[in-house]
């Protein structure tokens, strides 16, 4: 079964500081995603990361993803404040019928002004 | 564009009652899926379904079942209902297709509180 960690589990940054949410998973996983709630809100797509070396960005945030190192990170460039949130990443069981996605346990990340 | 919908968006319920949680998918998608978040937690997989058959099953209670109707739309039953019950229930639903990216569209959940 596939098994999605995520670090830090809390995150207070500075506003324009940088940082880096790390997402490791424990089995295959054919692709990675990355969502972002709001306090009480939904699960709102961020990044859909396809194959080994896929980067995507927007704005300030771009996420990777190291198929072979299981690594996916968020970086998180000159911290705005309205980037507070709750950042997921998921992954999915390659092969099989199996298309549920397996969430990490979340990165509460708060940004000071 | 369509998203997925959830209905009620809030419910309140007592001990040991039912409650009956709904979901729209976006139109043409093909496969929904139930999560449950509890406070400060993760979503947890409960139950999805392809063309309106079960395709897999997480971790949902005995006291729950789900069905997808002929039109699509899903609904979570949940019985005999626990305190532990109470957290947010979402909705989600994809278009499983071998080029499709597999991304899940979430609805805006319903929040099921017991008392």
């Known amino acids: 079964e596939l098994k999605v960690e995520q670090n830090p589990l809390f995150l207070s940054m500075q506003e324009g500081k940088n940082y880096t949410i790390y997402c490791n998973y424990s089995?295959?996983?054919?692709?990675l995603y990355w969502y972002r709630q709001d306090p009480g809100k939904s699960l709102e797509s961020l990044f859909v990361?396809?194959?080994?070396?896929a980067v995507k960005q927007e704005g300030r945030l771009m996420a990777s993803l190291d198929t072979k190192a299981r690594l996916s990170t968020l970086h998180i460039t000159a911290a705005v404040h309205d980037l507070s949130a709750t950042y997921f990443c998921?992954?999915?069981?390659?092969?099989?019928?199996?298309?549920?996605?397996?969430f990490g346990k979340g990165t509460l990340l708060t940004v000071n002004p | 564009a369509a998203g997925v919908i959830q209905s009620p968006r809030h419910l309140i319920k007592e001990k040991r009652e039912t409650a009956t949680l709904k979901c729209y998918p976006i139109?043409?998608?093909?496969?929904v899926y139930w999560y449950q978040q509890g406070p400060g937690q993760d979503p947890q997989f409960l139950i999805s379904?392809?063309?309106?058959?079960?395709?897999d099953k997480g971790s949902i209670p005995d006291r729950f079942s789900a069905q997808q109707f002929s039109d699509y739309h899903s609904e979570l039953n949940m019985s005999s209902l626990e305190l532990g019950d109470s957290a947010l229930y979402f909705c989600?639903?994809?278009?499983?297709?071998?080029?499709?990216?597999?991304?899940?569209?979430f609805g805006e959940g319903s929040r099921l509180t017991v008392l």
């Open positions: 989600a639903s994809s278009l499983r297709r071998r080029q499709n990216t597999g991304e899940l569209f």
């Open positions: 089995t295959t996983s054919d692709r």
């Open positions: 990361l396809l194959s080994n070396g």
């Open positions: 998921a992954g999915r069981n390659s092969g099989g019928s199996n298309y549920k996605l397996t």
């Open positions: 139109p043409r998608h093909d496969t």
């Open positions: 379904f392809y063309e309106k058959m079960q395709s």
